[in-house]
């Protein structure tokens, strides 16, 4: 019998303008803030009518959807990388790490790597 874990949260976003005018507000029942940015700027436009032209948000919401969007909607995006602290550390360059670039070897014939799952990567 499969087992499914259940993680119960609520996160809370808040837009809000540079002299603290709550212009945007949503709670969520989700365990993280990851999927959250998009719906709370869309919101802040909606409400004010405006461009939303900087974007500023705990490394929660630093997942490349996230930076992929901001970049698409020319939105200036100060949001920290949320494995900035294992990039700091050395952590992403130690070699029993699974995803350092030792464990993975290049296809030429496919143009991209091969992880030793021996899944192909996507070339980019």
Known sequence: MEVKTYVPGTTCQASVTESGIIVAAE????????????????????????????????????????????????????????????YKSGEYEKEENRYHYSNFQYDSARDSYVVSERRPTKSL
Do not use: M, W
């Open 27 to 86: 709670s969520v029942t989700e365990a993280n803030d990851h999927d959250q940015l998009k719906p709370v700027i869309e919101q802040t436009e909606s409400n004010t009518q405006e461009r939303v032209k900087e974007a500023v948000a705990d490394c929660g919401y630093g997942n490349y959807a996230n930076y992929e969007y901001l970049e698409q909607k020319e939105i200036e995006g100060y949001v920290p990388d949320s494995n900035f602290q294992q």
